[in-house]
């Protein structure tokens, strides 16, 4: 599976932006798909997931309530939903995918490159 996001700016504290994921085969009845991030300095950590049938979704406590992350099966994408972002939220963002029906909050079968956000205070 490759994977393709997109969708990463700038963005004021408060303000919202979307990131898409294109997967390049069918993911509706295979993958578990979500989004990680790595801010400078830091480790890569768990952002969001969601199931591969997409009935069920869990978050990282720091972005619960503020991220919504969803998926499309008949067009093989998964968006990430972020609203009221801090400057903390700065990081490249990465789409991920397992087979099954989650990724690891420790990490996935599958990766896409990298798209950055930068959220100024």
């Known amino acids: 599976v490759q994977l393709q996001a997109s969708g990463g700016g700038m963005v004021q504290a408060g303000g919202s932006l979307r990131l898409s994921c294109a997967a390049s085969r069918r993911t509706s009845s295979s993958y578990g798909m979500g989004w990680f991030r790595q801010a400078p300095g830091k480790e890569r950590e768990f952002v969001a997931a969601i199931i591969r049938n997409g009935g069920l979704t869990y978050y990282a406590d720091s972005v619960k309530g503020r991220f919504i992350i969803s998926r499309d099966n008949g067009k093989n994408t998964a968006n990430l939903q972020m609203n009221s972002l801090k400057p903390e939220d700065t990081a490249d963002y990465y789409c991920?995918?397992?087979?099954?029906?989650?990724?690891?909050?420790?990490?996935?079968?599958?990766w896409g490159k990298g798209t950055q956000v930068t959220v100024s205070s």
């Open positions: 991920a995918a397992s087979a099954g029906d989650w990724i690891s909050e420790n990490g996935a079968d599958y």
